[in-house]
């Protein structure tokens, strides 16, 4: 995966250039190449050799605490000394003030070599972005930058076990706690309420766990607020603290009441935690202590800025699970011997077993993985390389490329974790028999990345936000931003003599994602559009690679002797030839307001 990396980084972001900007003066092409360089050796020694560990040995709840096998200590730690967790911040803060697109760059292979190791991290770093980006003074001081040191770490507490992507019905209640209005830090609350599906709710990595927890403030009467209007985020730590970030001692009544055995992600305990049971009466009154991050109503509005940030990384871990499977399945190809290569006529050529990398359809599936994997690594890249423009280019460009960022975030999170998950079935099948064993890895890989799909937002939540909102918002603005970006690239691909006719083709798509956004609302009818919002998704996801794989191939076209290169076009090729194409079947019915799915009857399936 390196070799893709630092060509996407490197040619095709042109990273480099970030460095004449005041914020990465002091990098260069040198630091940047060590930084991964670093990552990488630590991925591949320590990550990767505990990987298979953590999820042969999983999370158990022994006497109230969680267990974790060795191999979990070794990663958190050995993470928190590479100083990732403060990677883009100052040097106040144990920073390195680096590109969000190379902090992204390096995250990969960590989730390459061990998706499920590593404590969590970063889960703690967004947790830490968000109290940075609205918390206090002191909350900053203390819970922010002990989370960047990795002193503690931190985790995001959303659902409950009554409401999972439906936020408006958590029940978690917080009052304000008599006497709590001087507290340094933020008005203190006490909290009552489950939280279920918690990663990373308790362990002993660290000495303190920082959780962010979603929660409505009852009134005088005891209701709480309807709707997701009425959301509030409080900190609640597992250990209270005093001003100077010193344990006091004092448990939180904050108790982790069960483990969820997952699939995948084995290495990372998911939990289910309650609030203010009890279990911990804290300084003569019920409840767990929590603090206020901001206003009272506007919680779920801070939080999405961890959520946007960890769909982004969502996807890059996905990416990075399918390429672990693209190359564990390429490594098994070019290997193992099976079968006879045939000759034109369709005779045997030869009486010896070769390679099954010969076999026209193993390359089909390895040309198919490499497609998805590099396709999704450029998209989740593409990403971060946006939030670098948001954050330190001129106000006109920093806009622009907020303005498609968070039209391609719902992409960003979906399309890896699908079509990524599609890449380590191939993987599994490349190995026949052998991918359904523990002695291969692509299993793991499989059941991993599986979660994708359903973490931060699942493919149906991302549909509704795209289609219901993100391209119709401000007018339609993002979209006819998108379609300028799409345009330049198709204009460039015209100069090109092997690309002019995939230039057409792209051109040709975005004008049917057009069509379909007409025709879904023509009616104005939100239930018969909106019915049809996943193969919309579907369809935009394929037309947003198809884009950067065009771009991609435009730069592969400046290395006519690279074999880096004559694969990237390859890969290009095979994605326009067979996956573009499945546009015109998902867009079909989004076009055509097509009732079939929402006319179903509940009765009727088992009728």
């Known amino acids: 995966m390196r070799s893709a990396l630092d060509f996407l980084l490197r040619d095709w972001l042109a990273v480099e250039q970030l460095t004449f900007r005041p914020r990465f003066a002091d990098h260069s092409h040198d630091t940047f190449a060590a930084i991964l360089d670093t990552c990488e050796r630590i991925a591949e020694d320590v990550f990767a050799p505990a990987n298979r560990t953590v999820d042969i040995d999983e999370p158990r709840l022994v006497d109230g605490k969680v267990v974790l096998p060795d191999a979990a200590y070794v990663t958190a730690r050995a993470y928190v000394e590479s100083g990732m967790l403060a990677a883009s911040h100052e040097a106040s803060v144990g920073g390195m003030r680096l590109p969000y697109v190379i ?8 989730a390459k070599a061990g998706v499920g ?5 970063l889960l703690t770093v967004g947790n830490a972005n968000l109290l940075m980006a609205h918390g206090t003074a002191e909350q900053r001081r203390v819970f922010a930058h002990n989370e960047l040191s990795g002193r503690w770490f931190g985790t995001m507490c959303l659902s409950e076990p009554q409401a999972g992507s439906g936020l408006g019905d958590i029940t978690t209640r917080a009052l304000a706690e008599p006497g709590g209005a001087d507290d340094p830090f933020g008005r203190r609350y006490r909290l009552h309420g489950n939280k279920m599906w918690i990663s990373n709710g308790d362990h002993e990595l660290t000495e303190n766990i920082i959780h962010l927890v979603l929660a409505k403030v009852q009134d005088q009467a005891g209701r709480l607020p309807a709707g997701v209007k009425g959301i509030s985020l409080f900190i609640v730590p597992k250990w209270l603290v005093d001003e100077q970030g010193k344990l006091t001692g004092e448990r939180n009544d904050v108790v982790v009441a069960g483990l969820n055995h997952k699939l995948g992600y084995r290495g990372l305990p998911n939990t289910l935690l309650n609030f203010g ?4 009466v804290v300084r003569g009154q019920p409840g767990a202590v929590g603090y206020l991050v901001g206003r009272v109503g506007e919680g779920l509005k801070y939080m ?6 960890a769909r982004i990384v969502i996807g890059l871990g996905a990416a990075a699970l399918g390429y672990a499977g693209y190359e564990a399945s390429l490594r098994y190809a070019r290997e193992r011997r099976q079968g006879r290569a045939l000759t034109p006529d369709g005779k045997a050529a030869g009486s010896g077993a070769v390679c099954i990398i010969e076999h026209p359809d193993v390359r089909r599936m390895l040309l198919a993985q490499k497609a998805y994997s590099e396709g999704a690594l450029a998209l989740s890249l593409y990403c971060a390389r946006l939030v670098d423009e948001i954050n330190t280019a001129s106000p006109e460009v920093g806009a622009e490329a907020r ?13 890896p974790s699908e079509w990524c998950l599609e890449a380590n079935s191939l993987a599994i099948q490349v190995h026949g028999g052998c991918g359904y064993t523990r002695d291969f890895p692509v299993e793991q890989y499989w059941r991993d990345n599986r979660l994708n799909m359903i973490h931060e937002g699942t493919h149906g939540i991302q549909a509704l936000d795209l289609l219901g909102r993100k391209v119709r918002q401000d007018g339609g603005a993002a979209m006819r931003l998108f379609a300028s970006r799409v345009d330049a690239t198709v204009e460039a691909a015209a100069a090109d003599p092997a690309l002019q006719k995939y230039g057409t083709t792209l051109r040709g798509a975005l004008r049917s994602l057009g069509r379909a956004i007409d025709g879904a609302w023509a009616n104005g009818d939100h239930l018969e559009a909106l019915s049809n919002a996943t193969p919309f998704l579907q369809a935009f996801g394929h037309v947003v690679v198809a884009w950067l794989w065009l771009d991609l191939g435009l730069v592969a076209g400046r290395f006519p002797e690279s074999a880096r290169a004559l694969g990237m076009r390859q890969a290009m090729r095979y994605f326009y030839e067979f996956e573009l194409p499945k546009i015109a079947a998902w867009l079909g019915p989004v076009e055509n307001c097509s009732r079939t799915c929402c006319a179903m009857q509940n009765e009727w399936f088992d009728a």
């Open 277 to 280: 049971e009890g279990r911990h």
């Open 117 to 121: 190791v590593g404590g969590g991290s």
């Open 304 to 309: 999405f800025h961890f959520m946007n940030e």
């Open 403 to 415: 303005c498609l960022l968070e039209l391609l975030t719902p992409i960003a999170k979906s399309w």
């Open 103 to 110: 902090e992204m760059a390096a995250n990969a292979m960590f």
